[in-house]
């Protein structure tokens, strides 16, 4: 019974997670259903005033700021970075090595996302800005124009080796896909979704299981299978992806590998 009860544990890859009466909202953990992804991932909501400290003796952490105005301060160094919200204004993101105290103080109501996981290497903590994000268009024009997306990465392996993590964003144009064609990577995956509007919605593709995306949502992608995204027509989808590498075998951004039923699609007339 045990044992049964622990693959059902293993096997969810869906979630619809809420905010408690501390504000926070729990994704990913280490020994939730969702312990696959070798990440602890959450939301806080902040007030005016509020701050929160982050600071772990074996994982290393980044914070990345939602919407709101806050205050980064770590290591003696203390920046104020402001964010509309996710679908007009890039990312502001602090990332740091185990030891490391990053402190979050909201100058009014803010949200952040904070991602964790095990790492046994120090790195300097680095600020990441917009700038260093930018919005790159991916599959425009492509598939009978239905895969257009914006898409960032804050940082990966190119750009932190050092880190066990990757974190980047995506804003996928109305009605269109993402993460076409349908493809795969040993690592896995986690991604929240925002919507432009409170009744906007989705379709999340995990293997041969599909789910309804709604605001705060989020796919928990194990490794090897296939993980396209929809959006419904008339509303604009955000993705934060985050992935856990695996120990040797780092995702890198040449790891896409496209399912090869669907490959004829790139040279299709539509």
Known sequence: MRKNSMKNMEEKVFGYPQYDSNGEMVLTTYDNEYRAM???????????????SFESEKE??????????????WGGNQETVSRKDVF????WALHASKNHKITV?????????????????????????????????????KFGNTANRLVNTIFDHDICPESNMVLGEVLNARGNW????????????????????????????VGDQVFKSVNNSFSAIPGGELHPQ???PGFQMYTCWMIRHLDDNPWLQ?????DERYLWLHDAEF
Do not use: C
């Open 60 to 73: 290393e952490t980044a914070v990345l700021l939602l919407s709101g105005k806050i205050i980064f301060a």
């Open 254 to 258: 040449t790891d896409r590998n496209e």
């Open 230 to 232: 929809a959006v419904a």
């Open 178 to 205: 993402s993460g076409y064609l349908p493809h795969r990577h040993p690592q896995p995956e986690t991604y929240l979704f925002k919507f432009d509007r409170p009744e906007g919605f989705g379709a999340s593709f």
């Open 105 to 141: 103080t909201a100058l009014e109501e803010s949200e952040i996302l904070v991602q964790k996981t095990l790492n046994e290497r120090e790195f300097a903590s680095r600020l990441y800005s917009p700038e260093d994000a930018p919005w790159i268009a991916s599959s425009k024009g």
């Open 38 to 52: 070798r990440m602890d991932i959450r939301l806080y909501t902040l007030y005016a005033g509020q701050s929160r």
């Open 88 to 91: 007009t204004q890039g990312p």
